[in-house]
């Protein structure tokens, strides 16, 4: 069964504070150049998702590099889904 580890670990950020200031870097251990709506097209139906929570989001994320919320990851699958070509799909 294809599976995509990781699911959801691309465009990361990385939060740093340096002279009191917050900002969020790119980070390199973005694990896909490719997000899941490209591996959902690419026959992928079973994704391990790594998740965070910042005390009010749930998002997607890699170690300590926070990524999408998970809420836009799950509306690729359930937009994929709609689609009369996939009805009959199984996303796990």
């Known amino acids: 069964f294809p599976g995509h580890h990781n699911a959801g670990a691309t465009n990361l950020k990385l939060e740093t504070h340096v002279a009191g200031s917050t900002s969020k870097l790119g980070c390199l251990v973005d694990n896909h150049k490719q997000?899941?709506?490209?591996?959902?097209?690419?026959?992928?139906?079973?994704?391990?998702?790594?998740?965070?929570?910042?005390?009010?989001?749930?998002?997607?994320?890699?170690?300590?590099?926070?990524?999408?919320?998970?809420?836009n990851t799950l509306a690729d699958i359930r937009d994929f889904l709609r689609f009369p070509a996939h009805r009959g799909d199984v996303v796990i």
């Open 35 to 71: 997000g899941v709506p490209h591996a959902l097209q690419h026959g992928i139906r079973f994704f391990d998702m790594d998740t965070c929570w910042d005390g009010s989001t749930v998002f997607t994320c890699h170690g300590p590099a926070q990524g999408p919320p998970i809420n």
